[in-house]
Structures are given as C-alpha cells and as structure tokens.
C-alpha cells in the first residue's frame, strides 16, 4: 500500500476545490442554523442554483463569465425569497421538510430530459470556465508538492477559492458581531423574546436566509468552475447533510467551524477512499466485503453515521462550544 | 428450470398458453441478465418485434422507428435509441452501471402494445465492457383505445392502491411523531429493510413470497425496536432536543441507506413470485389479483389498526401517550413501554409496505427513501400524530401523484415533482393538516 501517495491525494483533498466548495456551503448553513437556528435541509438547491448561474449564460449563450457573476447573488436572493416567503413562518420541522423537497425539484428540474437544450441534463454543462483560465497569472506546467502535482488552473482556483472563502468568513464573522448578528442569535434562543422586543423577526429570518444562500450559491460556483462541469446528481440531498456533517465537525455557530470542518472531512473520506481503493487493487480485503465497485458507498457510509455520531456524542464538534450551539430550537 | 418447463410445454392446449406467459418472462429476465460477447464498449441493444399471425401461423415481424429511451437510474437521459427496419435498437451508455429503458409506448404502431406491460421500464445493469440484450416483444393492443377521460378511472384506481402502501408504511411514522416528537427521516430505511429482507429469503434462499413476508416484516419489527431501546430511548432519557435527534436520523438514514446499496446493488430487482400477473378486467379499470391483494390487506390492516387503537386498553395508551406524554405518565401509563410497542408496530406496518411496494414496482435499495418525503406530505396533510389522519392524508397523496400523470402525461420525472409540490402546497395551506388542530407557529 502505497501510503505517501495516500497521504498526498488526502492533503490534496482537504484543500482542493470541493473542501472550498462544501466550507462556503457549510458557512450558508452556519449562518442559517448555526446562527438564526433555521433548519434549512435545502442548501443543496442553492448550490446548484450558484452553479447553473454561471454555468448556463456562459456555455449556452456565450456570456463572458463576469457578467454571468452577478446571476449567481441574484439567483440565490431569489430562491431564497422564494423559499423564505412562504416557509419561514413554519415550525422548524415542517420548514425542514419543505427545504428538502424544494431542493429536490431544483434538481429534478435540472436533471430533466425536457429541460436538456438548457441544462445539458444528466452529463450537465462544460466549457464555461475559459475566461477564468485566461486570467490566470501562473505560467502553465505542473506545480510538484511533495508526492501531489497540480495543474497550473487548480493551482489557481484553490487559491482564488480560499480567497473567496476567507472574505465569506470574514464577512459572516463582522455581521454575527454586529448588532443585526445579536438579533439573529436572539432569534435562535428565543423567538418569541425577540419578537416581543419589536423585532419583526420574519424579516430578520429572511435576510439571514438570503444571506446563507448567497453564500452557499458561491460554494456551489466553485465547485462547478473548478471541477470544470456542472452535473445535477453533484446536487443532491447528500451535499446538504455533508455540508450538515462539516458543520457539526467544525463547530456549529462558529466563523471558522466550516472551513476547519470541511479541511477534516475531505482529508478523511480521501484517505479512507484511497485505502480501499488501494487494498481493492491489491486484491487485500475478502471478496465477499468488496466487489470491486461498491467501495465508493463506504464514504457516503461513513459520512451518513458519521453525522449520526457527532449529534450523538459531540454535538458541538471539536472547537465548539456546547452554549453556543443551536441544537435546542423548536 | 427451463427444460422442466418445456417438458411440461408438451402437455398441450391451455397450460401451454399459460406456461408461455411464464416461459415468456424467464426469457426476459435470462436476456436482460446474459450479456453479449459485444466487448468494444458498453451498449444497451436488442429488437423489437411484432407478433402477427400470417397464414394461421405465428411470425415475428421486426418493427422500425420505435423510440427506446435510457437514462440513468435517477432520471437522466443518455439518449433515446430507434429501431431501423430490422427492428434493431442500440444505445451506447457512458459507462458500467445500472441504466433504465423506457419504451415510447406512443412510438410504436397503432392497435399494437407489449406484450408484457412490465417490461415498458426496465432496469439494466452493464457491467465494465459488456453489452446488454433487450428483446421486446409487442401483440395485437388488447386495451381498448381510450380517450383521456376513459384512462381516468385507471388513474384513479392505481391512485387507491398506492395511497394504501403509503398509508401503512406511514401509520408507524405518524404514532412515532405523536409519541415521541420525532420526525424520523430514517423511517424509510425499515420500509426498505423489510422489502430487502424478504427479496434475499425469496430469491437467495428460495422460500416463497408468502413466507418471506413475515420474516421480512419481523425483521423490521425488530429494528424497529432496536432503533428505540438502543438509540431513541437512551438519546430521550439524556434530554436530547427533537432538532438533535431529527439529524441523528437523517445520518443514521443516510448510512444505512448506503449499506443496502453496498449489499444490496443499484438494481431493482423482483421478487419470485407474483411478479408478472395478467390483469382483471372490471370494465372501466383493470386490476392485477396482486393489486387487489394489496389493497384488500392494507385496508383490513388499517381499520383494524384503528379499532386496535381505538377499543383496547393498549390502543387507548398509545392515545394517550400522543396527546399527552406528561399526562399519561401521571395516570399510570408506562410512556416508554408504548413507545417501544409502537415502534415495534410501525417497523412491521412499514416492512409490510416495503414488501407490497417491492412486488408493485420491485425492490430497490431507496425504495423506502423514494416513498419518505410523499409519507412526510400524507401524514402532514392528516395531521402530524393522527394515525387516523395518516390514513386521510395517504389517501389524497396518493390520489394526487397519480392524478399529476393524469394531468401532465408523458413527462417520466413529473411524478416526483408533483410529489413534492404537492408536499410543499400542504405545508403551506394547511400545514396543522386535515384533522389536526390549528397551532400557534412562526
């Protein structure tokens, strides 16, 4: 078993392009949940929303990328109006399961045959990441770290991206702090409190909800731009409660809880990918166990349990703190 | 199995016809299972032929210019094949991987129909480098041609039965929310669990349906009550707040779910028996025995459930404990014994779901999961804790996915779409549900 070159692909994991997709992702829902204690389970609408934003325009209508950016924040403001108008005044497990199902159509739609002219359907669309590449300073040969090269484009948005998502944190991190923050974790404790305060707490659960989504429309941007496709079935239930699980692993209600979650979580499920992949190879685990193919379920095995797991016994992740955690909402 | 049946194919005269229906499937299945020796790249190909008596003798006729879409398990096109006039299809697929073909019943020629209506959807497993062989075969288009208000009844009388699957895989995860609170997302991983489990000591062990299915139902019984002595119980006693245990159940969901596609595979499989029926006639509609056999049971079932709940001691416990776990302790009733006893009871109700929606559309390893969110509508629209609701509310669910293929014909994904817009529409009407009360929230 090849263990550097394990170890490689896993660091390269936990910094590539879907740990920065899934960390802006994860802030969205920390700004949902963590701080306004909105149990938002479609999070995974808005990613693909940020992804189809940018993804049609330029591929179907040959925008120039810039101009299709300003789609992705209008695009997630108005599925989260969408979304918010009608749900926001539900009980938090009805507007759990409303999220969900909204999220699902968002994918179904896109995934439609009927809509394959537009969307591309299952294959999705490609081809729309050439004005960012032609941005690109770094001269183009491979970029050698340790046992891991990268290209000179990956390179280049892993950059961008944890500079996107540093300013994302940063940002959610004055906002919690500010005045319009302490009346969003009032609205967590108490709702009714907060209302009886004057404070019209519909709107601030809507601002809060646009806020999370733009983020999370940016996460599902890089993970469209950098991965150079985007595909419907990257958009599934499954992203949120990943997303869900890098949350509770970093540290619900705290700035850099997503980022630290979503740097563990990929460097984990790349290593234990890696080494089942590996030991398939080799031929080292029993027939019975691992076919060949299935190995690919374990993480979505692990990572289902996992988040399971951590509810169960440390809700509040590894840097969290047990007051400051929004598990207690209605 | 198949010389057995040829030898017997002999005896002549009406158990030949009957045998053939039989011979007929096996064929199909032993088709859909041989791969080619095609190895240039994975394929989906086959014919389609046409049976016409010519001359008092049977011919097999190929037909051109029939449409045969495939997509991938979850929805997406690869591409739509059509036959040439030796009735050859072929249909390259991106790689290995289960695939489902779907036959354009509107493409093939007038007064002409499959044979076998189950074989319209199809699910193919390629595996690497390796072609799949699908044959159909088409016959003279027994259904009477009818318009758009004569398919309605048909409509709604598969609206009834799948309104009744519902109701009892969702009675459980109604009185578990009333009991207890919890919206158990993992609900539909004990309908899948009983459905798998009866699949393996049907097709694996070789028993028959008949008794598989109980084994199938005590198996989610039982992790039924696994899931409330080792996990729900525990995590209730430490004071666990209902949002923590609702994403506890959304991960325990996820996991398990993937475990039965470890083991289980991304195909849908059937059942040994009952799986190809000829349907009765009853004028306007048409029902298999095994659709009568599903409603007939799920009804007996429910309203049985209802007079369990609502003439016994234990039933009025249960009651009780729903409206009011606080007050029900104070009177004597021992809480958490109920909620052991309804978890036990709604596992079974939902393996026995499992089961019914397995031989309906066969199993599959989300097949529970695919039936959550409408479970989560029905028992919304009844009202949250309503067993009797639960029932109200899987009626007009059911009712209202297929009347959406009614409205919206030909467009395969719409179904789940108007599933969930028909779970957000009564959300946002009626979200205290048909019989619950109005509640203060937001």
Redesign the interface.
């Known amino acids: 078993m090849n263990w550097s070159l394990i170890i490689a692909n896993a660091l390269y994991a936990a910094v590539g392009v879907n740990a920065i997709g899934y960390a802006l992702i994860a802030s969205g829902i920390n700004v949902h949940f963590g701080y306004t204690g909105l ?1 938002n ?1 479609g999070q995974a609408g808005f990613a693909a929303i940020g992804a189809y934003a940018v993804a049609i325009p330029v591929s179907r209508y040959d925008w120039p990328f810039f101009a299709a950016v300003p789609l992705i924040f209008v695009g997630g403001i108005l599925f989260a109006l969408l979304l918010g108008i ?9 507007l ?3 999220t ?3 999220a ?2 968002v994918r ?2 896109l ?4 809509f ?1 002219w537009l969307t591309g ?3 999705g669309l490609q081809k729309f990441t050439a004005d960012v590449e032609s941005l690109n300073p770094l001269s183009p040969h491979k970029y050698k770290f340790w046992a891991q090269t990268f290209s000179e484009y990956d390179l280049f948005i892993i950059i961008c991206g944890w500079i996107l998502a540093a300013i994302a944190c940063y940002l959610v991190y004055l906002l919690v702090r500010s005045p319009w923050g302490r009346v969003l974790k009032s609205i967590r404790e108490d ?1 009714d409190a907060a209302r009886s305060l004057g404070k019209n ?2 709107a601030y659960k809507m601002q809060s909800l646009v806020l999370g989504g733009v983020i999370g429309a940016l996460g599902g941007t890089v993970i469209a731009v950098g991965n150079r496709v985007a595909q ?2 990257n958009f ?1 239930t ?1 992203l949120t ?1 990943f997303a ?2 890098i949350l ?1 692993l970093g540290g619900v209600a705290k700035v850099k809880g997503p980022i630290v979650g979503a740097i563990i979580f990929w460097f984990f499920i790349s290593v234990v990918d890696n080494i089942l992949a590996e030991a398939t190879r080799h031929n080292e685990l029993p027939k019975w166990l691992v076919s060949g ?2 190995f690919g ?2 993480k ?13 016994f440390r ?1 509040q992740g590894i840097f969290g703190d047990r007051r400051q955690q ?5 | 199995m198949h010389v057995a049946m040829l030898r017997r194919l002999t005896k002549g005269g009406r158990v030949v016809r009957k045998l053939l229906g039989g011979l007929f499937v096996a064929l199909v299945v032993w088709f859909a299972a041989t791969p080619s020796a095609n190895a240039d790249g994975e394929e989906i190909t086959g014919f389609v032929r046409n049976e016409v008596t010519k001359d008092g003798k049977a011919v097999r006729e190929p037909v051109p210019n029939v449409k045969i879409a495939i997509s991938s398990l979850d929805g997406g096109s690869v591409g739509v094949a059509t036959t040439d006039e030796t009735g050859k299809f072929s249909q390259p697929v991106p790689g290995p991987g289960d695939y489902v073909a779907e036959i354009d019943q509107t493409s093939l020629p007038k007064d002409v129909a499959l044979r076998q209506a189950g074989q319209a959807k199809l699910t193919v497993n390629i595996r690497p480098g390796e072609s799949q062989i699908l044959n159909y075969f088409l016959g003279k288009d027994t259904r009477a041609t009818k318009g758009r208000w004569g398919i309605l009844p048909q409509t709604l009388a598969n609206g009834v039965k799948s309104s009744m699957i519902i109701a009892v895989c969702a009675v459980g995860l109604s009185l578990i929310y009333g009991t207890t609170g919890l919206s158990n997302f993992a609900h539909g991983e004990l309908v899948t669990l009983g459905a798998i489990v009866a699949w393996n000591m049907n097709q694996q062990v070789g028993l028959h349906v008949l008794l598989a299915a109980p084994i199938g139902i005590a198996a989610a019984a039982i992790a039924g009550l696994a899931n409330e002595r080792l996990l729900w119980r525990p995590l209730r006693h430490k004071g666990t707040s209902l949002t923590s245990m609702m994403i506890i159940s959304i991960g325990l969901g996820i996991g398990v779910r993937y475990v039965y596609l470890y083991f289980f595979g991304g195909r849908a499989k059937a059942f040994r028996q009952y799986a190809v029926q000829k349907a009765h006639d009853f004028g306007p509609f048409s029902l298999t025995s095994r659709d009568l056999v599903t409603i007939g049971l799920c009804l007996v079932l429910l309203v049985g459930f209802a007079m369990y709940l609502l003439r016994t001691r234990m039933g009025k416990a249960i009651r009780a404990v729903s409206d009011n776990p606080d007050l029900a302790s104070a009177t004597g009733i021992d809480a958490d014994h109920v909620i052991l006893l309804v978890w036990g009871l709604g596992g079974a109700l939902a393996g026995l779901g499992g089961i019914l929606l397995g031989l309906d559309q066969q199993v599959r390893w989300d097949s529970g999961f695919s039936l959550l969110l409408l479970m989560f509508a029905a028992i919304t629209l009844g009202g949250l804790g309503n067993p009797f609701g639960a029932l109200a509310g899987a009626f007009v669910i059911g009712m209202f996915v297929e009347l959406w293929t009614w409205i919206f014909p030909s467009v395969v994904e719409l179904k789940t779409l108007g599933a969930l817009a028909t779970l957000i529409l009564v959300l946002l009407v009626r979200p205290q549900g048909l019989l619950g009360r109005k509640e203060r929230t937001g």
């Open positions: 149990l389970f009608p749900t926001l005044r539900l009980r938090a497990d009805y759990a399961i409303v969900i199902a909204a699902e159509i179904i739609s995934n439609s045959v009927r394959t359907g299952n294959d709702e707490v519909f419907p079935n599934g499954a409660f869900y699980t509770i193919n299935n379920q374990v979505f095995i692990l990572a289902g349990f996992g988040l399971a797991l951590l509810v169960v809700p929004a598990f207690d909402v209605r």
